[in-house]
């Protein structure tokens, strides 16, 4: 079967809608068990809603096709929005990690720092048992 | 004057407990703290028994995060000196002496042992030596003063230096980029000559593909660092 050029195919167009709603509603559902938070969820709404307007609202998508010079096959405008979006996600994640990374060597030393400190106030409380203890420092956490 | 020697330590447990003795024989009166950095052999209890102070992390930070472990001890009990040695065996502390007069007279914040500055080689490979060279040489360029070793872990700081590395202090290689952030606070960093020996026992947490890598983070945290806004808000000089 020849495609007509620039024109989205229809079944193109269910089965990728078909796609975002399923998108959304996992979203939501995340959203509603409490197991995502609201905050990284914003970006995988805003992915599905996208992906589902582009979808779903064929006119557009060859409009748009055409404007960035996609000739012969439309839908490969929605691979390339999709696939900006994964990224955008991605580099999201990249930052979260970049934070936690830092926060948890902060906790890290605090931890470190806290445990010396309750050291020396039980050498202080019990300075008899400070022998034994330099023999053998509070066990170790693994 | 109240001084402390911080070692930063992961698996040194065959050299920690004689870096402690030779810093102990150079100066009974340093404090000394072992931080170490999540070792898996006998390095804490070594270096306990050695008679040094020990602040365990409760895993692997790397050196960067170890060595500002020790900065917010440091910080937070009020030396008015720091001194940092390799747990090692790399660097001699009887050559302490040979850092301490820049910062004692107050004409540097932070004085570092250069294996490059004066004369005698320092034995190494070709590659390692030519990473050195081009980390110093770019933030030579960038600082606007001739450094010749700025991966050198041998240095002597004053409180102001403490203080800031307490707040916020570099990763990987962290002297390298630390040098541009003094720069950049207008704190000022000497070098004197020393030499370093070969590490006594253990393991370099430096392996051949691991330095290409490391090589590449540092020249872009040190550009990335020029441009960047500092954590710290500036001095006004």
């Known amino acids: 079967m020849m495609l007509a050029a620039g024109q989205t195919p229809l079944k193109v167009s269910i089965a990728a809608s078909i796609a975002s709603i399923l998108l959304l509603l996992i979203v939501f559902e995340l959203i509603r068990s409490r197991r995502l938070r609201e905050r990284y969820a914003l970006l995988w709404l805003a992915t599905g809603v996208v992906l589902l307007v582009l979808s779903a609202w064929r006119g557009g998508l060859n409009a748009i096709a055409s404007w960035v010079g996609v000739e012969t096959y439309p839908p490969a405008v929605l691979f390339a929005v999709a696939l900006l979006f994964v990224l955008a996600v991605l580099l999201h994640y990249s930052l979260v990690l970049s934070k936690l990374g830092d926060q948890s060597v902060v906790l890290a030393q605090r931890v470190a720092l806290l445990e010396l400190e309750l050291r020396k106030r039980d050498r202080v409380e019990a300075p008899e048992s400070a022998a034994d203890e330099a023999a053998e420092p509070a066990a170790r956490p693994r | ?237």
């Open chain 2, 1 to 237: 004057m109240k001084g402390l020697a911080i070692v930063p330590a992961f698996n040194e447990a065959g050299s920690i407990g004689n870096v402690i003795d030779e810093i102990r024989a150079y100066d009974a009166t340093l404090d000394v703290l072992v931080v170490d950095d999540g070792s898996a052999d006998d390095t804490c209890e070594v270096a306990a028994r050695h008679g040094a102070e020990v602040v365990r992390l409760p895993f692997n930070l790397g050196i960067g995060g170890a060595v500002q472990t020790g900065f917010r001890y440091a910080a937070g009990l009020g030396y008015d000196l720091v001194v940092r040695v390799d747990g090692d065996g790399q660097h001699d502390p009887a050559q302490i002496s040979l850092l301490m007069p820049a910062v004692l007279s107050d004409e540097a914040d932070i004085c570092v042992g250069s294996r490059f500055a004066g004369p005698g080689g320092y034995r190494s490979s070709a590659t390692r030596r030519l990473g050195i060279r081009l980390l110093a040489g770019t933030v030579s360029l960038l600082t606007g003063q001739k450094l010749t070793d700025t991966t050198s872990g041998f240095q002597v700081l004053n409180r102001r230096a403490i203080e800031l590395f307490a707040d916020d202090y570099p990763h990987d290689y962290p002297e390298v980029e630390a040098a541009v952030m003094l720069h950049k606070h207008r704190l000022r960093l000497v070098e004197v000559p020393v030499t370093m020996r070969e590490r006594a026992t253990g393991v370099s947490s430096i392996t051949a593909i691991r330095s290409v890598y490391y090589m590449a983070k540092v020249l872009l945290a040190v550009l990335v660092g020029m441009l960047r806004r500092p954590a710290t808000p500036l001095e006004d000089a």
